[in-house]
């Protein structure tokens, strides 16, 4: 195999996806609804494959189909304040993922510095080194005030801003930040954006936004895009994911947006991997957004209905965690959860089968093996030397039915 590979092992998707299949555990793993789809859009899937215009089952424009990205460009220039040119500046891609791939491809050279925030959506490590970037990691901390707190919150995990700014340099082309958080559910502030967005101007540096959590956010927090900072237009590239947004994360289709100069060389990229993404499929993600736009801020809104029910699903999840001493970090937005279970784990007796392992990765294979309940070990969204700040915690995700959400509650109390 190629060099650029030769140190890539199982994601941890790959292998904590193996292991739901052998033990098959109640799966509070990877992110996805075990709930139905809003209906306008898996409907409008169905009627895409069989509408009398045929050519919805065949190739559509590769840069991306033309009803869904004039919809995206109606919806983000009205979001971002600004009137986005829907056919150069916007890419349609094979879910976030492909998004995030073709941002990497089209603008780091090997030996450029790309600023990663810890704890990190993993592939971002890997799709750095195989663009031959050197990945440098910044990790959020918990702040120590608020360690002892009764109940903590995602915000009170923050970066040393001057840790920060020292990672800048000449050869720093980009940093990446994901708001909505994955996995802590962190929404960054419009204060934190600022301090990024200044070094970004200073040092031009790109700021790569995974912002595929957009539409799920709690209480009264506000997502802030980094695009409608300031003068960050021209420094910004913006990841979203339909998957995400219409709770369809199987149709894997996702986009990038940003200035022409920004976009262009993404879509050269994927001309010549992907090509085009499948035309029903955006056919049904236009009309979802379509529909949105229609019903966007009122009580009907599908993206208001599903964060006001995640809160809930979120609420009981902190709950349960809690009365079983599981310290919960509650987030502002997204669908996952972060539990320190060390207070738990001290009262079990979790035999050690493997010395290379990481704590929460024991735990989390001990509990999906003898309590048939699964997570997934944040250690994997850190750096190889720093594996130790997320070794504590398991990752819940609770974008999940209300008796799933029970099941897990009485499988969780039950432990000892
Ligand atoms: N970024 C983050 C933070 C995620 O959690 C995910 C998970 N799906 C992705 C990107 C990838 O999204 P997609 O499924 O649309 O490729
Ligand atoms: N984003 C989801 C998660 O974090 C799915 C990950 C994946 O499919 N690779 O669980």
Request: hydrophobic letters at 35%.
């Amino acid at each position: 195999p190629a060099d650029r590979i030769k140190d890539e092992k199982d994601s941890v998707w790959s292998e904590f996806i193996e292991l739901a299949l052998k033990y098959k555990p109640l799966n509070l793993g990877q992110g996805f609804p075990d709930f139905a789809a809003p209906d306008h859009v898996t409907k409008a899937l169905s009627e895409a494959t069989l509408s009398p215009n045929i050519l919805l089952n065949q190739y559509s424009r590769g840069f991306g189909h033309p009803r869904l990205v004039n919809a995206l460009s109606k919806l983000y220039s009205n979001l971002c304040n600004r009137q986005i040119n829907a056919n150069k500046e916007f890419l349609v891609t094979i879910g976030a993922y492909e998004a995030l791939f073709c941002a990497f491809q089209a603008w780091v050279n090997p030996g450029d510095e790309v600023i990663i925030i810890e704890p990190y959506f993993d592939c971002y490590e890997p799709m750095v080194k195989q663009a031959g970037g050197v990945p440098v990691f910044v990790p959020l901390v918990l702040k120590e005030e608020s360690k002892n707190k009764s109940s903590i919150s995602s915000s009170d995990w923050v970066l040393n801003e001057e840790e920060l700014a020292k990672k800048f340099n000449s050869k720093t082309k980009m940093i990446v930040i994901n708001t909505p958080h994955n996995p802590l559910g962190k929404i960054m502030s419009f204060k934190e954006l600022e301090f990024i967005a200044n070094l970004c101007k200073k040092h031009n540096v790109i700021a790569l936004m995974d912002e595929v959590y957009e539409w799920i956010v709690y209480d009264n927090n506000k997502h802030v895009r980094m695009s409608t900072l300031p003068g960050m237009w021209e420094n910004t590239i913006t990841v979203g994911s339909a998957g995400k947004t219409f709770s369809v994360t199987g149709w894997k289709l996702g986009w990038a947006y940003g200035s022409e100069k920004l976009i262009r060389p993404l879509q050269l990229i994927h001309q010549n991997t992907v090509y085009t993404c499948p035309t029903p499929i955006q056919e049904a993600v236009a009309i979802g957004f379509e529909t949105e736009i229609e019903k966007f801020n009122t009580s009907s809104s599908y993206w208001k209905e599903l964060s006001s029910s995640l809160q809930e699903k979120r609420d009981k999840m902190s709950k349960f965690l809690n009365e079983v001493g599981m310290k919960p970090t509650i987030p502002e937005g997204g669908y996952f959860m972060l539990a320190d279970f060390t207070e738990l784990e001290n009262k079990l007796n979790i035999p050690k089968t493997d010395d290379n392992e990481t704590k929460d990765y024991r735990f989390v294979k001990w509990m999906s093996k003898n309590k048939k309940l699964q997570g997934i070990p944040p250690s994997a969204f850190y750096s190889q030397s720093h594996k130790n700040l997320g070794e504590n915690f398991i990752r819940f995700c609770f974008m999940k039915k209300d008796e799933t959400l029970n099941e897990a509650e009485k499988i969780i109390k039950e432990i000892k």
